[in-house]
Each structure stands twice: as C-alpha cells, then as structure tokens.
C-alpha cells in the first residue's frame, strides 16, 4: 500500500468519524429525557388550569432549588390571600421565570428547553 493511500484512507475515515459524532450528537439534542417529559406533562398540566406559579414550583422543584421553589410557593400565598395576582407580584414572578428559564436553558438541552419552554 502505497503512503498517500494510507493517508487518503485516514482522512478519509477521520471525515466519516466526525459525521457519526455529528449525527451522535444531533440525535442526543433530539431526545428529550422521559424525566423532563414527564415535567413537561405536568407543567402542561398546571398551566391549562392557569396555575402558573404552580408549574414555575414544579420547574424550581425539579433542578432541586429549594430558594426559587420557597418562592413560587409563597408568590402563591401572596395570590390566594389577595384572591387576585397584584400587578407589582405579577412582575416579581415574572423575574422568577426568567432565572428559572434560565437556568433551565443551562441544564436542558435545545428541545428539551423549547418543551419546558412552551408548557409555561
């Protein structure tokens, strides 16, 4: 075997090697996990019912983040007390969500961000 076809032969098998990575890599961003499915499906849930500072609850619920999750939960006080949502709470909420979209744009690949995304 001659050189050149020894290096024709390897870079020719390094290119098909990054397309298998590539397409690897394509198929895991595709994949939403059946945990953050099953969030979404809940979210969904909460959100249909117009519970939304229930569905931010159960998003901070799932990264584990016991502050965000005190949060939601007392936004939620705040609204049943009330018996209405406060302009000036509406806005603090919706500074919660973004941090929380935000985080969740950090842990969660591409589809699963735009599913956790769109249940709100």
Do not use: C, W
């Not at 076809?5 to 390094?14: D, H, V």
């Not at 909420?93 to 699963?112: H, I, T, Y």
Request: aromatic share 4%.
């Amino acid at each position: 075997m001659k050189l050149s076809s020894r290096k024709e032969l390897l870079s020719e098998a390094n290119k098909e090697l990054k397309g298998i990575k590539r397409s690897i890599k394509e198929a895991e961003e595709i994949q939403i996990s059946k945990k953050v499915a099953d969030l979404v499906k809940k979210m969904e849930g909460l959100t249909d019912k117009n519970h939304h500072n229930d569905a931010l609850a159960e998003l901070a619920k799932f990264f584990n983040n016991k502050k965000m999750e005190k949060v939601m939960k007392s936004i939620q006080d705040i609204q049943d007390e009330m018996k209405s949502m406060p302009y000036g709470l509406t806005q603090f909420r919706n500074e919660v969500s973004k941090d929380l979209l935000a985080l969740a744009k950090q842990r969660l690949n591409g589809k699963e961000y735009e599913a956790v995304y769109r249940a709100l």
